[in-house]
């Protein structure tokens, strides 16, 4: 048993796993299941009872954005998460109850490196609000590992392969989302970047970004990502030639397994388009090619992606945006097992957890005398970027 006491401030996350469900279609299997899944996945078509927008409220979880949303006519209730850097998919548990037509064997990649081979199916309908999607691909598999992290049911994931025939507000102030056919994109956005939907990460919007003034690196926008302002792809990192913090064990997590080690860098500029500049924001590194900008970023915004004119419009919630440049964590990161015993599986370099003698493997029993499993991981992460705290890890 260990104990730390800390309220030391620090660069870097919160000790929580940060759950991203970037999926990647990495191989199709050759043969006729090659174009059978290439027509899967270009498929779908939108329907609307009306013309009018539909606004869909939705919860915010930790970075999750869970909405309400039916497949196939199933008269089961289903909680879906929005993650626009992403394949559509359905949890296994939910798919073994259904019938699919159309049934490919895939390989997939997530943002931690791992792969595994999961099902690709045809959904006769998936139906946001009025709006509905008809013959549009889905990934299956079981998503247990998003769900003991986040402590919530995930009955599937709404991805851009979705969310490409509309144009899509999201409002994270007043936690609405927006979809609409109407092709024009809001007049007073503030900031306008033009994207291009990569099909290999599920028709997801890439946008492109300068770091440093110096390199220039594809950037996902993916509200499933939540773990500092940005990932950066490894070997950028490695071009800035100066020292990072490292992570011991366990790094970024995907859907499918988690990162050995990992590496905390702070940038010295960040921007997107012509005239927004972000500067001295924490960052990681990623084994992905591209760079990911999640909810720590996107949540100064209403956030409209228009995927019918690929046109990114970024309105601020205030003139002057401020991101995190610091934030208070005692570096040691945190994931639920399957018997629900929160485990350390990473550790940051230098941090007051290496410092105190925390291990990978212990066990938290206890956060400030309160037993663990009382909160859930977004929980957690709230209590510890609580500033001027001091926090007692039993």
């Given at each position: 048993?260990?104990?730390v006491?800390?309220?030391?401030k620090?660069?870097?996350q919160?000790?929580?796993?940060?759950a991203?469900?970037l999926?990647?279609?990495?191989?199709?299997?050759?043969?006729?299941s090659?174009?059978?899944?290439?027509?899967?996945?270009?498929?779908?078509t939108?329907?609307?009872?009306?013309?009018?927008?539909t606004?869909?409220?939705?919860s915010?979880?930790?970075?999750l954005?869970?909405?309400?949303?039916?497949?196939?006519?199933?008269?089961?209730?289903?909680v879906f998460?929005?993650d626009?850097?992403?394949?559509?998919?359905?949890n296994k548990?939910?798919?073994?109850?259904?019938?699919?037509?159309?049934d490919v064997?895939?390989?997939g990649k997530d943002s931690?490196?791992?792969?595994?081979?999961?099902?690709?199916?045809e959904?006769?309908?998936?139906?946001?609000?009025?709006?509905?999607?008809?013959?549009?691909?889905?990934?299956?598999?079981?998503l247990?590992?998003?769900?003991?992290?986040?402590?919530i049911?995930?009955d599937?994931?709404?991805?851009?392969?979705v969310?490409?025939?509309?144009?899509?507000?999201?409002?994270?102030?007043?936690k609405n989302?927006?979809?609409?056919?109407n092709?024009q994109?809001?007049?007073?956005?503030?900031?306008?970047?033009?994207?291009?939907q990569?099909?290999t990460?599920?028709?997801a919007?890439v946008?492109e970004?300068?770091i440093?003034?110096?390199y220039?690196?594809?950037?996902i926008i993916?509200?499933?990502?939540?773990?500092?302002?940005?990932?950066?792809?490894?070997?950028?990192?490695?071009k800035?030639?100066?020292?990072?913090?490292?992570?011991?064990?366990?790094?970024?997590g995907?859907?499918?397994?988690?990162?050995?080690?990992?590496?905390?860098?702070?940038?010295k500029?960040f921007a997107?388009?012509t005239?927004?500049?972000?500067?001295?924001?924490?960052v990681e590194?990623?084994?992905?090619?591209?760079?990911?900008?999640?909810?720590?970023?996107?949540?100064?915004?209403?956030?409209?992606?228009?995927?019918?004119t690929?046109e990114?419009?970024l309105?601020p919630?205030?003139?002057?945006?401020?991101?995190r440049s610091?934030?208070f964590?005692?570096?040691?990161?945190?994931?639920?097992?399957?018997?629900n015993?929160a485990?350390?599986?990473?550790?940051?370099?230098d941090?007051?957890a290496e410092?105190?003698?925390?291990?990978?493997?212990?066990?938290?029993?206890?956060?400030?005398g309160?037993?663990?499993?009382?909160?859930?991981?977004?929980?957690?992460?709230?209590?510890?970027?609580?500033?001027?705290?001091?926090?007692?890890?039993?």
């Amino acid at each position: 048993m260990s104990t730390v006491e800390t309220g030391e401030k620090r660069g870097n996350q919160p000790a929580v796993l940060r759950a991203v469900i970037l999926f990647v279609i990495a191989s199709l299997f050759p043969g006729c299941s090659t174009l059978e899944a290439i027509r899967i996945v270009n498929g779908g078509t939108a329907f609307s009872t009306t013309a009018e927008p539909t606004d869909v409220p939705f919860s915010l979880h930790g970075h999750l954005i869970l909405i309400k949303a039916s497949v196939n006519d199933d008269p089961r209730e289903m909680v879906f998460m929005v993650d626009t850097g992403a394949l559509t998919v359905i949890n296994k548990t939910i798919a073994d109850t259904m019938a699919f037509t159309q049934d490919v064997a895939l390989t997939g990649k997530d943002s931690s490196g791992h792969t595994k081979e999961t099902r690709l199916v045809e959904i006769e309908s998936l139906k946001i609000g009025n709006k509905e999607v008809k013959k549009c691909a889905a990934s299956i598999f079981d998503l247990g590992l998003i769900e003991r992290a986040m402590g919530i049911r995930v009955d599937g994931i709404i991805g851009s392969n979705v969310l490409r025939f509309f144009n899509v507000t999201i409002d994270y102030k007043h936690k609405n989302i927006s979809l609409s056919q109407n092709k024009q994109s809001p007049e007073e956005g503030r900031h306008r970047i033009r994207f291009k939907q990569d099909m290999t990460v599920g028709f997801a919007p890439v946008v492109e970004a300068k770091i440093e003034d110096k390199y220039t690196v594809p950037a996902i926008i993916d509200t499933g990502y939540d773990g500092y302002f940005a990932a950066i792809p490894s070997p950028l990192l490695k071009k800035l030639q100066r020292p990072g913090r490292l992570v011991k064990g366990a790094g970024m997590g995907g859907a499918f397994g988690i990162a050995s080690g990992g590496e905390l860098q702070r940038l010295k500029s960040f921007a997107l388009g012509t005239d927004l500049r972000v500067a001295n924001v924490p960052v990681e590194a990623t084994k992905m090619d591209k760079a990911l900008l999640g909810k720590q970023f996107l949540d100064k915004f209403v956030v409209t992606i228009n995927y019918l004119t690929n046109e990114l419009t970024l309105s601020p919630y205030e003139e002057n945006p401020r991101f995190r440049s610091n934030i208070f964590s005692i570096g040691l990161r945190v994931m639920y097992d399957e018997e629900n015993r929160a485990k350390g599986i990473g550790i940051e370099q230098d941090s007051p957890a290496e410092k105190q003698g925390l291990k990978l493997g212990d066990e938290v029993v206890q956060v400030n005398g309160k037993p663990v499993r009382s909160y859930t991981v977004p929980e957690l992460r709230e209590l510890l970027v609580l500033d001027d705290k001091a926090y007692v890890f039993e």
